[in-house]
T-cell receptor, first 113, second 114 residues
C-alpha cells in the first residue's frame, strides 16, 4: 500500500547501533510532547512522552531528551533492531483546546541487518 | 483487549457519494479525534469530540461531518463536498480531563476514489 514514509528524511542505521531521531517543535508554550512509531499501513503507536518540567525520560531501550531553550526534542533508541524500522514522529501539545496536538512530519528509520 | 477499532480498512468512493468511516473504542476515553494523513505530511485534525453529543471542528473540517451519540463511537462521514478525499484516515482517543495524556490510535482506513 501507499507508504506514509514517502518524501520523508531517512535515517539508516546498522542493526545493534544506537539511533537518534530529532524533532524541532514550533511553540515555546508547548508543555507536553509525545513520540510515536508508525509502521506501514498501521496507525501510530505511542512510544514515550515527556512533560516540559523534565529534560530527560527513559523507557525500555528508548530515551527522550527535551531542550526547551532551542525547542528541540530527540528520541534515542538503543541497540536498534530490524523491528524498529518505521516512521517516527513527534507531537507537541500547544495548549489551546483540550488535548489538541501538533504532529511533525516524521523521520523514516531504516535498520540494516 | 482494550483498543480502537476502525473499519473498513479500505474504502472506495464514487463521485457524488458520501461514505462513512467507523471508529469504536473500548478504552472508556471521553475524547475522540479524527485525523487525515497524506504521504510525507504530518497528521491534520479534522474533528474532535470531548464528550458525548458535543464535537468541534479541527483544522480541515470542510467536506466532513461527525456525530458522537455514544461514548464508544465517533463515525466520520466524508461528503461529496470533499473534493480531495483520497487519504489515510486515523481515529484516536484520549482521557478527557488531563491534557498531558497521549492519544491512542486505530489502524486507519484508506479511502480512495473510484
Amino acid at each position: 500500500g501507499e507508504s506514509v514514509g514517502l518524501h520523508l528524511p531517512t535515517l539508516s542505521v546498522q542493526e545493534g547501533d544506537n539511533s537518534i531521531i530529532n524533532c524541532a517543535y514550533s511553540n515555546s508554550a508547548s508543555d507536553y510532547f509525545i513520540w510515536y512509531k508508525q509502521e506501514s499501513g498501521k496507525g501510530p503507536q505511542f512510544i514515550i512522552d515527556i512533560r516540559s518540567n523534565m529534560d530527560k525520560r527513559q523507557g525500555q531501550r528508548v530515551t527522550v531528551l527535551l531542550n526547551k531553550t532551542v525547542k528541540h526534542l530527540s528520541l534515542q533508541i538503543a541497540a536498534t533492531q530490524p523491528g524498529d524500522s518505521a516512521v517516527y514522529f513527534c507531537a507537541e501539545n500547544y495548549g489551546g483546546s483540550q488535548g489538541n496536538l501538533i504532529f511533525g512530519k516524521g523521520t523514516k528509520l531504516s535498520v540494516k541487518p | 483487549d482494550g483498543g480502537i477499532t476502525q473499519s473498513p480498512k479500505y474504502l472506495f468512493r464514487k463521485e457524488g457519494q458520501n461514505v462513512t468511516l467507523s471508529c469504536e473504542q473500548n478504552l472508556n476515553h471521553d475524547a475522540m479525534y479524527w485525523y487525515r494523513q497524506d504521504p510525507g505530511q504530518g497528521l491534520r485534525l479534522i474533528y474532535y469530540s470531548q464528550i458525548v453529543n458535543d464535537f468541534q471542528k479541527g483544522d480541515i473540517a470542510e467536506g466532513y461531518s461527525v456525530s458522537r451519540e455514544k461514548k464508544e463511537s465517533f463515525p466520520l462521514t466524508v461528503t461529496s463536498a470533499q473534493k480531495n478525499p483520497t487519504a489515510f484516515y486515523l481515529c484516536a482517543s484520549s482521557i478527557y480531563r488531563d491534557r498531558a495524556q497521549p492519544q491512542h490510535f486505530g489502524d486507519g482506513t484508506r479511502l480512495s476514489i473510484l
